[in-house]
Every structure is written in C-alpha cells, then in structure tokens.
C-alpha cells in the first residue's frame, strides 16, 4: 500500500502564523487537513522579519500545534512570503524547439522559460517564481500547455516576481532555525487565489485582493493565469492604529473596537449608539459612538481601495478585469467594506473564503485562513501532477520559480 501524501504548509503573516498538514485524498489534487496550528506573529512587521529569535519562536510554536494535532513529526514545508520588497515584471523567451517530430518536451518549456529569465535583476534582488502566462508554437499564439505540440519555435511570456535577497534569506533562517526545511516560497496572492478564485473568474479577468494585518498583497488573473502582481503596505493594523490616534485609545483597546464594533459604513449605524472602553492613564474607561469608529474605518478603507485603483491602471489591465475584485484576508472579515469597494472601485466585489475543506477546518472556514489553505492546494497540485519537480531552497537561494505548479488552467 503506497504511502499517504502529506504537505505542510506555514503562512507567516504580520498577526498570526499558520501550519497546516494537508493529506492527498482519491481525487486528483483534493486533500483532508489532519493537522492545525496557529500562534500569534512575533518579530514580524509589514510581512517581514524584524527579530530572528522571536519570529523563530513564533513559527515553532504553530508547528507544534499542527505536530500535537496531526501526531506527525513535520521536516519540510511550504512557506508563504509577501513584503514591501516585492517586485514583479512581464518578460518574453524564446528556443528553438528540441525534437520538432516528437513536440514540445518538458525541457523545452524550461529552457523558454530561463531564456525569459533573462533580464536585468539587481544584486540585491532573487528571482522567486516565473510563471508562464501563455505559449506561442511558431505561429501559433495563446497556447496554454504546448506539451506535445508540434514545432520549430516555441515562446513564452512570463510573469517574474523578485524578492529583496536578505528578506527571502531572514525568512528561510527562521524556518531553518524552527528545523523546518523550506521545499517551496509562494507568494501570499498566489497562495490565497489558490484557495478563493474560480476558474470562471480567472479567465475573465479577475483581481485577487488580500488585506492582511501588515500588507494587502494584489494578484490580477487574465485568460486563466497571473498577469500582475504587488504588495501595498497599507492594510489592516493601519485601520487599528487609526482607530487608536483619533480616539487617543491603547492598542490592543483599538483592535478590539475593530474586531468587535467595526464597520465601514456610518450611514448603516444607529446615530446613538455608544460603549465602554478602557483608556490611557486616568481615563480608565472612555465612552466611544460606533458612528465615529465607522467613519475612522471608512476613510482608511477609502484610501486602501484607491490604492488599488491606481495599482489597476499602472498595471495597464483596468478595462480587463469584468470579474472585479475578490476580497480575502482577515481584513476581507471588517463588515462594510464590501460596499466601500464597489463605491471606490466601480467594480464588482466579493468576499471570498475558502470552500469545500475536509478534517480538522472547524476553525478555517474564514477568509483570514485563505492563504494557508492555498498553500497546501498549491502543493497538493504539484505532488498530483509532477511528484519529481519539487524545490528545496537553502540559505544560499537560486529559487527560479517552478513553471510546473503554474502552467495557466485548461488546455
């Protein structure tokens, strides 16, 4: 009896840090999660580690819970990776095709895809996935999967996504130091469209938007594959620490107004509907009008939306993306903001969860888990797939990317 498949994967945000273990079922990419833990995020700020020993900590101990829970002894995950040192650009390649008689081979698709990989990278950047958006076979364009094809020439277009090498660096130290061998780095977006994006969505043009506690990182999909990508900075701690300078509160006292009280639409709220808080010094408690916290949380969610906005149309895809904008992250769970959205986005908006989970997801069926779900889809799609394309990236990074996991959807 073969062995079951198992993957773990960490999700290393700015509030929290997620491990799961994921086992392959019958279906074809489909999996049962046997394995929880989560730990709130230290030494980490913005999607990037601050303090080694801390984020080391904090890794260690969702582990330790997904250990406890799926009683294995976890070696190697896949780990999520977003920050401000996110970059990414469009690149074209071309080879000549190896064999014409027999199509197009896995090597060959390779060897296009390094030759797209040909392009300027400061040294302090690394390359950290090459993702094919679509094939040409000689005249032949928007080919999703030239395997087999027959032809002289074939040609990619590519989208790279760069990471700053001391932030990819300091991120696989950690999960080293926690005595986690790193098998793959993902890209947050990628991870959490994984878990939340149709296939319908995907191919009319779509943007994936996950708000997070440190970052809101972007993923437009066209025609079935990622065409753009970024990482804004703006994101749900900006919407506490609002909350705590305008009404002169601690913290921890804003986030809970936040998760318990927030909303970002006023005109939706009681004109009197006030509650007790704790304060600073002497003021030990502070009475606080939902209407003023609603109005607070708009004005951010306001300008984190016109971001994006000004994101889409630096892209050059605006009037491309008819599926709109589907929102993920535990900030996606701040109610209101779907309205908002619409307001500043003029497109269509939806909150988006993962679905469909089997075995321990009592506690995963929210937006805030979108990411690490995605992870363990992105893996399970691989190991199906290709078992022998696996990565396992050390300190002294060369992480290409893997084409294999991200071939665009159909034929």
């Known amino acids: 009896m073969a062995e079951p498949k198992i993957i773990t994967a960490i999700d290393v945000g700015s ?91 896995l090597n060959d698709i390779n060897h296009s895809l390094e030759s797209a990989q040909a392009i300027s990278v400061p040294n302090n950047r690394e390359i950290i996935h090459v993702i094919p958006r679509h094939f040409k076979v000689d005249e032949q364009d928007g080919v999703r999967n030239p395997i087999g094809m027959l032809g ?41 469209a994984e878990a939340v994006l149709t296939p319908t969505e995907r191919e009319m043009g779509v943007v994936l938007v996950d708000i997070g ?58 004109l009197d509907n006030p509650f007790i808080v704790a304060g600073f010094g002497d003021e030990e408690t502070v009475s606080v009008h939902r209407r003023e916290t609603a109005a607070i949380l708009q004005a951010r969610a306001e300008e984190l939306f016109g971001l994006i906005v000004q994101e889409i149309k630096r892209s050059g895809y605006d009037g491309l993306l008819p599926a709109g904008l589907v929102i993920t992250g535990g900030g996606a769970l701040l109610p209101g903001l779907r309205d908002v959205a ?6 269509p908006v939806r909150i988006a969860q993962p679905t469909g989970l089997q075995g321990l997801v009592d506690t995963l069926h929210s937006p805030a888990y979108s990411t690490a779900i995605g992870l363990l889809k992105w893996g399970m799609h691989d190991i199906v797939a290709r078992p022998s394309k696996r990565r396992r990236p050390t300190l002294n990074l060369n992480m290409k990317g893997w084409w294999s996991n991200l071939l665009p959807r159909g034929g």
Request: some cysteine; hydrophobic content about 45%.
């Open 15 to 105: 509030s929290k840090v997620v491990s799961l273990v994921g086992e392959a079922t019958a279906a074809p990419g489909e999996f049962s999660v046997i394995g929880v833990g989560v730990a709130p995020a230290r030494g980490m700020k913005r999607g990037q580690i601050i303090n080694v020993a801390e984020a080391t900590a904090a890794i260690r101990e969702s582990l330790d819970g997904a250990e406890r829970s799926s009683a294995l002894k976890i070696n190697s995950a896949i780990v999520s990776i977003s920050g401000s040192h996110i970059g990414s650009q469009n690149s074209h390649g071309a080879v000549a095709i190896s064999r014409g008689d027999q199509g197009v081979s």
């Open 342 to 347: 619409r307001h500043v986005t003029s497109l």
């Open 152 to 192: 002289f020439r074939l040609e990619v277009q590519a989208h790279i996504v760069t990471g700053a090498i001391t932030s990819i660096q300091n991120l696989v130290k950690c999960a080293n130091a926690a005595q986690i061998d790193v098998s793959e780095l993902v890209l947050t977006a990628l991870g959490s």
């Open 213 to 270: 506690s440190g970052t809101t990182d972007i993923a437009i999909f066209i025609d079935g594959a990622v065409w753009h990508t970024c990482v804004l900075e703006v994101a749900g701690s900006h919407f506490t620490s609002d909350l705590a300078l305008c009404l002169r509160l601690p913290l921890e006292t804003a986030e809970q107004i936040k998760l318990a009280n927030g909303h970002c639409n006023p005109n939706d709220l009681p």
